[in-house]
């Protein structure tokens, strides 16, 4: 182990282990969290940090492997145990019910009977003190994702926990968000409150992490002190090798290019009583770029998605344009056929039908596409063209896989990400939109479907990015517009563009004047 | 207490997609074996009533035919239409709407004869069924009212509208007061297959051409795969390009067709005249049938059989042994429940976690040491 | 005033075993779990209620018969849904038609042998009060049962922490399993809870609305509960409101035919499944109201990962 063995342990973890089929998931993991610090658990996407975490709390039961807390041995075989102890949990995807008040949903984990009405007060007065202000009485459906951020951590505090764990917090704020959250953490070191503190972002954890422990496919690499550590160094740990970065060639000529994806004067009423309306949207999409819409979770981006794609259509058909064409009343196959193509955020389920073969898959969004190639005249499916085509796009995008035509579900999510992201440029689309590009995928599978997209758009097509990563869209863009509740502002070129500046227009500021770049449009 | 445990398979297991629905009807046998016995009746002498016996001779053969025919071509629609996880269980009402609009010719024009006059009921028969089904799919897609139950009422309510028109007006005038229509004339009875073996009519080809007909449709077209995508994901067939709209009337239309073409046919070649009842159930052991057929067009076909000998054997058991011919209802339903419950197996493992198991509400261990 | 008093206490005779298994299936929903086969747990208690009462000649034996085979038959559902994971949808189907065919084999030497019947409640005095006495003190016990029942479930779900459990399984399986909630636990004793409440509704069918057994007599008013379920927006007062109605127009078209109306009787009968319908459309027409309240986790198949 490491250092820090003057300091008591809260808690030590040995060997353990958690095997999913064939898969270790967790192999050996050794932790130690000291009392009083923030301990970052580093680590890709894959790399066993949530399966970890879920045995901490309970939730999932090791194969092998001891947990000591406070020095004694202890088998975690519940949440509810785990609670007892002292563990608290802010989960990543929130575990909270929509469809109940913040007060009910605070109550639900509490299990001491006391009337929802106290329970109320209370969560009303602790979110207050901590600065994170809170109306107990809301339904958590209404709320956005910072405030249900923020119901998952009071009521995690109400629990008077030694050790909390946080599961990627900062993926669904907003840069000025985190800041404050980060403040929040170090009170509570200062309380003496252990954090357990999981993370990919590598500045925030060098920022607020006093020790820091690297997973990389289900097992430690190392510990360090992030602080002595530079970003690239603690990159290369979690990585495993250098991954290469994306180049972005500069665009040339983009002022005098035709604007290949146009949208104007975008405007939809809610679906679902929870769902956010569209206001008056404003964008057009040259070829040979790429633009990215950055914001947080729930601000209207799926809504937004779904209107550009025609899943939904709209009622003005000025108000999408591909080349030059109305699009507006054009159902999704128009669109693909007028030369979009488009990747949805979700890819189990809604990029991807889960149960079918990748070659069905293929069919999903090429149906009615390249001509007779897939599905010819009286409707018959072509199976052997759709199946080399399959077999094209995994050998170009690269994609690992057990079986020669897997079905989706049983592919990794970055693997999975390819073939989708593969399928569509295959097509070589001039208009590709794509919601979250590299959401939940390993750092190399990341870079691959960046620089893919890249290429597409210098190529002469127009790109389309949105995502909730800053990282990843400054990487990408050549211009960052922001949705805010409904509304994109304009997009700053990224040469004038700050986190800061994004940050800003993430959390709701006013534009103010710098968007020059709308009247040249 | 022992708990079940089920464990994800990666893949869905090819081995148990063949295999369940024999393990299925194995485990019916079994607790269809403690049924007789607790009627006293011995398990070997019933199954031979009931399951041998029936099918012994060729025209009996026939019978078979004639019980599996309408089960088959209401069974291979529903199969689409719960592949497409849309539930049309009306069959039964769009069945008696078939028979009903299809007998419209040799009732209400009985003097109206020739080769048109089958091929025209039979057409009938599919849009009165159609039509039927139709009801449910415009108030899914106008108002998103729950298919399930309004598609089950109108089978009330058919039931109800036959027994009026026998009663009524379409009661036969010399029929001395019975409640049934007219005797169809002979050309608009359905012929039969070979009159000198048996009564098997062409009901039965129909359902054989249907049968394979929307197994190609499934399985090779376009079409098929919309209906499983739509099925397993809705969010991707939307995605895809696909409308759920119309796949509720595309599912609906066509299996309310096919009930109907079942309806008229048995109207028209096994009974030969509307009576206030004119199924024994079809419409619902139809969708045993499709299950146990794993909705898999040419699977029902064996799966129709079966169910067709439960009727025959109901039969057989009654006037053999003196047992209710309920008998069959019951053989029926513990066949869906083993086919459902052994269709598990294909998606999961399943584990059995008896008292040894330590992780079973286990005290925190505190106390203990290390 | 004395017809008055008499079509009021038949529609409540009516009302009754509706609202018994719809509360039981507005339960059963709130946890997310879909049994449809209400139909089938209801002719089973009734059956199975007939049998005893008519085999002990006690139709409080029989009643309790109803509540227990309607809560075995239910663990059946129960089993193969929560612990196999089966579909929702198919399974309750499944459990519906073995209720009906069990029923009918069980039932074969039953047909025609006369039943015992549950006495209505006659408090002296009390009921012998014009008008309100028999409406309120001499109906039949499972009225106020009934009445109780809907204010309890009223009580638990909305006030008590079990139910406020219940409901939070209900609107996301995922997020009350992470938080260490036994989800199939209390999906079972929901399921449970409403296979009692289904064969109760049976029992009251055999032993009180008509003292005899007929194969089907539950005639579709399980699936008429589950349409209140629906209309009823799962809120229990509203289901109470809705077993009235159709309470109402089942008697209504029953005496409609009794007054000779010129009207074929078959129509009258048809009715009642008619109105579910009609009353199906208006409820889903409100999309928003149907979009809050439906649990949204409500007929999705739920597997731990442990």
Redesign the interface.
């Known amino acids: 182990m490491s250092a820090n063995h003057d300091r008591a342990n809260l808690l030590e973890v040995r060997g353990l282990t958690k095997i999913f089929g064939t898969l270790a998931a967790c192999n050996h993991i050794d932790l130690n969290i000291a009392k009083g610090e923030i301990h970052a658990l580093l680590g890709e996407n894959g790399a066993g940090k949530s399966t970890l975490v879920k045995m901490l709390f309970g939730s999932l039961e090791p194969n092998s492997g001891e947990i000591f807390w406070n020095g004694q041995a202890v088998r975690i075989t519940s949440p509810g145990l785990a609670k007892k102890l002292g563990i608290g949990m802010v989960f990543q995807h929130f575990s909270l019910f929509e469809a109940l008040t913040a007060a009910e949903n605070i109550a639900l984990s509490l299990n001491d009977g006391s009337p929802i009405s106290a329970i109320a007060a209370k969560a009303r007065a602790l979110s207050y003190s901590y600065g994170l202000p809170l109306d107990p009485e809301s339904l958590v459906g209404d709320l956005s994702v910072g405030e249900r951020q923020r119901i998952e951590i009071i009521r995690c505090l109400l629990q008077t926990p030694q050790l909390i764990i946080l599961d990627e917090p900062t993926s669904v704020l907003t840069p000025q968000e985190a800041d404050k959250l980060f403040e929040t953490l170090e009170r509570l070191r200062a309380e003496g409150k252990s954090i357990l503190y999981i993370s990919h972002r590598l500045e925030e954890v060098k920022r607020i992490c006093d020790r820091a422990t690297v997973l990389r496919h289900g097992k430690v690499v190392g510990h360090c002190n992030p602080r002595q550590e530079t970003a690239a160094s603690l990159a290369r740990m979690m990585v495993g090798n250098e991954v290469k970065a994306v180049v972005r060639a500069p665009a040339k000529g983009i002022e005098t290019a035709p604007a290949l994806l146009e949208i104007h004067g975008l405007t939809r009423k809610p679906a679902t009583p929870f769902a956010i309306p569209l206001k008056n949207i404003n964008l057009s999409v040259r070829a040979g770029e790429v633009i990215g819409i950055a914001g947080v979770a729930g601000n209207g981006q799926g809504e937004f998605f779904e209107s550009v794609s025609g899943e939904v259509l709209q009622q003005d058909p000025g108000s999408v344009r591909i080349r030059g064409k109305d699009a507006g009343g054009v159902s999704i196959t128009g669109r693909r056929l007028m030369g979009a193509a488009f990747v949805p955020e979700e890819r189990l389920g809604h990029g991807a039908a889960p149960r079918m073969k990748l070659s069905e898959n293929l069919l999903l969004s090429r149906h009615a596409t390249d001509g007779k190639s897939f599905v010819g005249s009286g409707g018959m499916v072509r199976n052997g063209s759709v199946y080399s085509a399959a077999q094209r796009i995994i050998a170009a995008m690269d994609v690992r896989k057990s079986a020669p035509d897997p079905e989706a579900a049983a592919l990794s999510g970055g693997n999975l990400q390819k073939f989708i992201v593969g399928r569509e440029l295959d097509r070589k689309p001039s208009v590709m939109v794509v919601n979250q590009p590299t959401w939940g995928v390993d750092a190399g599978a990341a870079a691959h479907i960046r620089q893919a997209l890249i290429e597409l758009a210098r190529s002469g097509s127009a790109v389309l990015v949105i995502s909730q990563d800053l990282d990843e869209l400054f990487e990408l863009s050549d211009a960052i517009a922001v949705m805010h509740n409904g509304e994109l502002s304009a997009p700053l070129p990224i040469a004038e563009a700050t986190f800061e500046r994004i940050g800003l227009l993430m959390g709701g500021a006013e534009p103010g004047h710098a968007e020059h770049r709308m009247e040249t449009a | 207490m022992m708990r079940l445990e089920l464990v994800k398979r990666p893949q869905r297991s090819a081995l148990f997609s063949v295999l369940s629905p024999f393990i299925a009807f194995a485990l019916t046998m079994i607790a269809g074996a403690i049924m007789f016995a607790l009627l006293g009746v011995s398990p070997l002498n019933a199954f031979n009533v009931y399951f041998v016996q029936p099918i012994s001779e060729v025209w009996q053969l026939h019978e078979l035919a004639i019980k599996a025919a309408p089960l088959i071509l209401i069974a291979v629609g529903l199969s689409v239409c719960y592949k497409a996880n849309i539930w049309n269980i009306g069959a039964e009402g769009q069945f008696i709407l078939g028979g009903i609009f299809g007998s419209i010719i040799p009732v209400l024009f009985p003097e109206f004869e020739g080769p048109l006059v089958l091929p025209l009921m039979l057409l009938l028969g599919m849009v009165g069924g159609a039509l039927y089904a139709a009801i449910p799919a415009l108030l899914k897609t106008r108002f998103s009212t729950n298919e399930i139950l309004t598609s089950l009422m109108l089978v009330y309510v058919a039931q109800l509208f036959l027994d009026w028109l026998v009663r009524g007006p379409w009661r036969d005038p010399q029929g001395h007061g019975f409640p049934q229509t007219i005797q169809f004339g002979d050309s608009a009875v359905l012929p039969e297959l070979m009159p000198d073996a048996g009564r098997a009519n062409w009901g039965f080809v129909f359902a054989l051409v249907a049968a394979v007909t929307v197994w190609l449709m499934m399985s090779r077209m376009l079409k098929g795969f919309e209906v499983r995508v739509l099925g397993s994901s809705p969010r991707a067939g939307r995605f895809a390009g696909f409308g759920l709209s119309k796949m509720v009337f595309f599912t609906f239309l066509l299996s309310g067709a096919l009930a109907g073409l079942a309806g008229i046919s048995e109207v028209s070649g096994a009974i030969g005249q509307l009576q206030p009842v004119i199924s024994p159930g079809y419409g619902f052991t139809a969708i045993i049938v499709a299950f146990l057929g794993r909705l898999n067009p040419l699977g029902i076909v064996a799966a129709g059989l079966v169910l067709a000998l439960t009727y025959l054997g109901g039969e057989a058991v009654q006037s053999a042994l003196g047992i209710s011919d309920k008998v069959a209802r019951v053989f029926q339903g513990m066949l869906l429940f083993f086919v459902l419950g052994c269709d598990t197996l294909i998606h999961y493992r399943i584990r059995l976690i008896g008292f040894a198991a330590p992780q079973l509400e286990a005290a925190p261990k505190l106390e203990e040491a290390r | 005033m004395d017809i008055t008093v008499n079509i009021l206490l038949t529609i409540a005779t009516a009302a009754t075993p509706l609202l018994i298994a719809a509360i039981g299936e507005l339960v059963v929903e709130r946890s997310g779990v879909l049994n449809?086969g209400v139909e089938g747990m209801m002719i089973m208690g009734a059956v199975g209620g007939f049998g005893a009462g008519y085999l002990t000649g006690s139709p409080w034996i029989g009643l309790l018969a109803a509540i227990v085979v309607g809560a075995l038959f239910s663990l059946?559902f129960a089993v193969?849904t929560l612990?196999?994971?089966?579909?929702q949808?198919?399974?309750g189907?499944?459990l519906t038609?073995?209720?009906?065919?069990?029923s009918?084999?069980i039932g074969?030497s039953f047909v025609g042998q006369p039943g015992v019947r549950l006495p209505n409640l006659d408090i002296p005095g009390l009921s012998s009060i014009p008008v309100v006495g028999k409406l309120i003190f001499g109906q039949d016990p499972l009225f106020y049962v009934s009445i109780g029942l809907t204010a309890a479930v009223m009580w638990f779900l909305f006030r008590t922490?079990t139910g406020?459990?219940l409901?939070?399984i209900g609107?996301?399986h995922?997020?009350?399993?992470?938080?260490?909630?036994k989800v199939i636990r209390y999906r079972y004793l929901a399921v449970i809870f409403g296979g009692a409440c289904a064969g109760l509704a049976g029992g009251h069918l055999s032993l009180v609305y008509t003292p005899q057994w007929v194969e089907n007599m539950s005639?579709?008013r399980g699936?008429i509960a589950?349409?209140l379920v629906?209309f009823a927006s799962w809120r229990p007062w509203r289901v109470l409101a809705g077993a009235y109605i159709f309470g109402a127009v089942w008697i209504g078209q029953l005496h409609a035919q009794a007054f000779g109306i010129p009207v074929?009787s078959?129509?009258l009968?048809?009715l009642p499944?008619?109105a579910?319908?009609v009353v199906?459309?208006l409820i889903?027409?409100n999309?928003?109201l149907?979009?809050?309240n439906t649990?949204?986790s409500l007929g999705q198949p739920f597997?731990p990962?442990?």
Request: aromatic letters at 4%.
């Open positions: 449809l059946l193969m612990s196999l994971a089966t579909n949808v198919a399974t189907l499944s038609l073995l209720g009906l065919g069990l009918g084999m074969t922490r406020l459990t409901r939070s609107d996301s995922v997020s009350a399993h992470a938080l260490g909630i005639a579709g699936w589950l349409a629906v074929p078959q129509f009968s048809s499944y008619l579910t319908i199906l459309v889903s027409r999309k928003r149907t979009m809050m649990p949204a597997v990962d442990r």
